[in-house]
């Protein structure tokens, strides 16, 4: 299993990333968004984390989706996520700050 950092991005005081407690890797999908993390609403923009395993079906229910974010939005996201890392307000990162 990837590290709890992996999985979440960095560490968030107090809170225990499920899929990293023991045994729990295999056998969980991490689903977030920006519209949540980022306060992004409406950008109908989200991720799953999982092993192969897992995210296959996901992958084969993809084709079946409604919606589809806008090429610009996926690309804002793309270089947000990133920059999540770095200081913010005070910090050591955004998801600190949360």
Same mark, same amino acid.
């Given at each position: 299993?990837?590290?709890?950092?992996?999985?979440?991005?960095? %560490?968030?005081?107090?809170?225990?990333?499920?899929?990293?407690?023991?045994?729990?890797?295999?056998?969980?999908?991490?689903?977030? %968004?920006?519209?949540?993390?980022?306060?992004?609403?409406?950008?109908?923009?989200?991720?799953?984390? *999982?092993? %192969?395993?897992?995210?296959?079906?996901?992958?084969? &229910? &993809?084709?079946?989706?409604?919606?589809?974010? %806008?090429?610009?939005?996926?690309?804002? &996201?793309?270089?947000?996520?990133?920059? *999540?890392?770095?200081?913010?307000?005070?910090?050591?990162?955004?998801?600190?700050?949360?």
């Amino acid at each position: 299993p990837p590290p709890k950092e992996e999985l979440m991005g960095t %560490s968030c005081p107090g809170h225990v990333h499920f899929a990293s407690l023991p045994n729990m890797w295999d056998r969980t999908i991490t689903v977030s %968004s920006a519209g949540k993390t980022f306060s992004a609403t409406g950008w109908q923009v989200g991720w799953c984390i *999982a092993p %192969s395993h897992l995210i296959a079906p996901v992958h084969q &229910l &993809l084709p079946y989706v409604q919606f589809c974010a %806008s090429t610009v939005i996926q690309e804002a &996201l793309a270089r947000t996520l990133p920059r *999540a890392d770095e200081p913010f307000e005070g910090y050591n990162n955004y998801y600190e700050y949360l």
